[in-house]
């Protein structure tokens, strides 16, 4: 199993950032998946996941209506779109399927 996360960066207070989660080593399609982040000096936390056919989706209430979680089960790929980005969202980004494997994430920096 393998989750290789791209997309993070710097970006102002307000912005936006698209994150992609290619996956790899099990069947995608039949998974639900999830984001989670670590901000410095902090727990991870979870952020939001998605059903396998992506049907359904939840969030943590910090970035509801503010994040979608959407899938490409053709890529074996989730996504992250992130918009009115605030500081608080400073963190590392991470996908993850139910088996107990982590990528090496990606860093977002929200900072004017």
């Known amino acids: 199993v393998q989750f290789v996360e791209s997309g993070g960066g710097l970006v102002q207070p307000g912005g936006s950032l698209r994150l992609s989660c290619a996956a790899s080593g099990f069947t995608f399609s039949k998974y639900r998946m999830s984001w989670y982040r670590q901000a410095p000096g902090k727990s991870r936390e979870w952020v939001a996941v998605?059903?396998?056919?992506?049907?359904?989706?939840n969030y943590a209430d910090s970035v509801k209506g503010r994040f979608t979680i959407s899938r490409d089960n053709a890529k074996n790929t989730v996504y992250l779109q992130m918009n009115s980005l605030k500081p608080e969202d400073t963190a590392v980004y991470y996908c993850?399927?139910?088996?107990?494997?982590w990528g090496q994430g990606t860093q977002v920096t929200v900072s004017s």
């Open positions: 998605i059903t396998s056919a992506g049907g359904s989706t």
């Open positions: 993850k399927s139910p088996h107990d494997y």
